[in-house]
């Protein structure tokens, strides 16, 4: 017997994931700031990053699904036709982080982590061989 998919359709899966964007930047996250010689108080809106697991959180919180687990991993062939969401999806949140951390809205380091970039350093090694003599020969 065939499961019952949570969500429909693709077309369904990229109108939740363009809700859960809207979502995000509608209630952004906020930082205490102390301004002027009084040291006033003012919260400073933040954006936050999009990410596929903060997808999923949201998701989880309209209780639609726990887990993309099965639309992603496509086992048995059963979700073929969300694979190509599943990707515009990651690739939206990788395009989303890796512009907002080039900009410096978010933190480059913690950026890079999360999509697996790294900076590469070469670094030349100079090999030393060592001869033992014997003075006595």
């Given at each position: 017997?065939?499961?019952?998919?949570?969500?429909?359709?693709?077309?369904?899966?990229?109108?939740?994931?363009?809700?859960?964007v809207?979502?995000?930047?509608?209630n952004?996250?906020?930082?205490?700031?102390?301004?002027?010689?009084?040291g006033?108080?003012?919260?400073?809106?933040?954006?936050?990053?999009?990410?596929f697991?903060?997808?999923?959180?949201?998701?989880?919180?309209?209780e639609?699904i726990?887990?993309?687990?099965?639309?992603?991993?496509?086992?048995?062939?059963?979700?073929?036709?969300?694979?190509?969401?599943i990707?515009r999806?990651?690739?939206n949140?990788?395009?989303h982080?890796?512009?907002?951390?080039?900009?410096?809205?978010f933190?480059?380091?913690?950026?890079?982590?999360?999509?697996g970039?790294?900076?590469?350093?070469?670094t030349?090694?100079?090999?030393?061989?060592?001869?033992?003599?014997?003075?006595?020969?």
């Amino acid at each position: 017997m065939a499961k019952h998919k949570y969500i429909e359709t693709p077309e369904k899966l990229w109108e939740l994931f363009e809700s859960y964007v809207l979502h995000e930047k509608q209630n952004p996250m906020y930082k205490q700031e102390y301004v002027g010689k009084d040291g006033r108080t003012e919260l400073t809106p933040l954006e936050t990053p999009i990410t596929f697991e903060g997808f999923e959180c949201y998701l989880m919180d309209q209780e639609i699904i726990e887990d993309l687990g099965h639309y992603s991993r496509n086992k048995d062939e059963r979700y073929t036709e969300y694979v190509p969401i599943i990707t515009r999806i990651r690739k939206n949140c990788f395009v989303h982080n890796f512009r907002g951390a080039s900009v410096g809205l978010f933190n480059a380091n913690i950026i890079a982590k999360k999509l697996g970039l790294s900076e590469k350093v070469e670094t030349q090694q100079t090999i030393v061989q060592r001869f033992d003599f014997d003075v006595n020969d």
